[in-house]
């Protein structure tokens, strides 16, 4: 059940979405004027299980809920990955998405209707995403594929899939399984794409009939001849760059380039020193001073002090931002890389399409730790960390969905910003450690022996100490 109009009126959008007793509330909102052009989509993505939706409130000291609890961050993520392919480049006006469980029922599960209300809110605001998406769960009982099992069926589940995407298209599959085929999980893919498919037609259809217009005249791409531009420039450079095996040395390559390029725009008069792009007439040919006796003559019009030509008799030239040209350069970069390696060159490190990086990997490194080890995988490093207590050592996790659960294996993971040879904020784990953590946690938990036969806590910590590419 989807309810709109009556809750939440003054958001660009919002709904509340029902399944049996278990209800979402998700709003869409954006910021009245756009954010410095960026190429990454400005958008923020907020959920919350209020301990109240099962009639429960906290136990400890603090009553009122606070920063997000790892799961909730897990969910936040679920919802971003889906929608975010579906802005329009040029868009950019701040986008926040906001998402509560207002009641749970203990039997459906809010976080698939968490992503399904953010993809009805956003298809029916004024932001201009391309297409309309919705999320599912797929579990697998007795060898059969069930869409968005209840709880009690997800404990004897093999399968735990979350999928989100379009009517024609997959956009984000998580979970995990136990020891599934590569067949099953791609039927299992199919069955959620079918159920993916019909949700997307219903909402499509309550579209047009409460949905908003979409902002289209606010995207604001980079003028088209930006490109040939930054094409004749960088030219043979950019593909001697791009060829520097080494990831730092290139990245300093790219950079000089790039400065380069918005250098010789600027001598040549192309670039603005505003933020202002667009096709700009000299101030001189829009406004003359001229005496105040000037008579109207060759369609020009005299208003006192100033002379206003309606047309400018000159050649207009073509003015862009340093941020569309850095925009610009950045896109033209991957499609040369890109183009480089389908016609069957080798990448950037000198590798084939189809050749692994050079892999190593040492054991007992920490004298202290109870186990050690650092994996390199070309210039791609982590230091792995494991610690063993006794049950007492478990993590205790009070959910809305598990009370008061408790693990006896967890893995946290720590992306430092040295790792990528960059300076930047230390501290908390942000949204994509913990995501990690809990895609390496997932993939570990299978193997593990069960609790009857070890019973101890393992703590797992991953350390990134070098990344170029990804690192999961």
Not at 2 to 18: D, L, N, P, Y
Not at 164 to 188: N, R
Not at 215 to 244: C, F, T
Request: charge should be negative.
């Amino acid at each position: 059940l989807v309810e709109t109009g009556h809750i939440g009126r003054q958001a660009s959008a919002s709904v509340m979405v029902t399944d049996g007793e278990t209800i979402v509330y998700c709003s869409v909102c954006m910021a009245d004027t756009p954010s410095d052009p960026s190429d990454f989509f400005p958008m923020s993505v907020h959920y919350q299980e209020r301990l109240s939706a099962a009639g429960r409130t906290s136990g400890g000291f603090f009553k009122r809920e606070g920063r997000a609890k790892d799961h909730e961050v897990l969910v936040c993520r679920l919802i971003d990955r889906p929608l975010r392919p579906t802005m329009p480049k040029g868009f950019y006006y701040e986008t926040q998405i906001l998402s509560w469980v207002f009641s749970y029922d203990g039997i459906h599960s809010p976080d698939c209707v968490a992503v399904t209300a953010a993809g009805i809110a956003m298809a029916l605001s004024e932001v201009p995403n391309k297409q309309t998406i919705a999320g599912v769960r797929i579990g697998m009982i007795n060898d059969q594929f069930v869409v968005n099992p209840t709880t009690e069926q997800m404990e004897d589940s093999e399968l735990d899939l979350m999928m989100a995407g379009t009517d024609s298209a997959i956009l984000m599959i998580e979970g995990f399984c136990d020891f599934l085929t590569e067949e099953k999980l791609l039927q299992a893919v199919e069955t959620g794409q079918v159920a993916i498919r019909e949700i997307c037609k219903a909402i499509d259809v309550l579209v047009q009939t409460c949905g908003k217009k979409k902002m289209v005249e606010a995207i604001n791409l980079p003028p088209a001849e930006l490109y040939r531009h930054v094409e004749d420039i960088s030219g043979d450079e950019l593909v001697k760059a791009l060829q520097i095996k080494e990831k730092i040395p290139r990245r300093k390559a790219l950079s000089a380039l790039e400065e380069k390029v918005i250098m010789i725009l600027s001598e040549q008069g192309y670039v603005s020193k505003d933020e202002l792009s667009g096709p700009i007439e000299n101030l001189a040919d829009i406004v003359e001073e001229e005496d105040e006796d000037e008579v109207i003559e060759d369609g020009e019009v005299d208003e006192g002090d100033v002379h206003i030509k309606p047309v400018s008799r000159k050649p207009h030239r073509q003015l862009f931002s340093e941020v569309d040209v850095k925009l610009v350069f950045k896109e033209v970069s991957s499609k040369y890389l890109r183009r480089r390696i389908v016609e069957g060159e080798k990448r950037s490190d000198g590798r084939s399409a189809c050749e692994l990086r050079p892999i190593n990997s040492q054991c007992g490194i920490l004298p202290r730790a109870h186990g050690s080890a650092l994996f390199t995988r070309g210039e791609t490093q982590a230091l792995a960390v494991v610690t063993l207590g006794d049950y007492q050592m478990a993590q205790r996790i009070d959910t809305l969905v598990d009370t008061e659960e408790s693990k006896s294996f967890y893995l946290q993971y720590t992306f430092p910003p040295s790792s990528v040879g960059e300076v930047g904020r230390t501290g908390a784990p942000n949204r994509r450690e913990i995501g990690h953590g809990m895609l390496a946690e997932r993939a570990l938990e299978p193997v593990l022996p069960a609790e009857v036969d070890f019973p101890y806590t393992i703590r797992v910590e991953s350390t990134i100490t070098e990344s170029n590419g990804s690192s999961r």
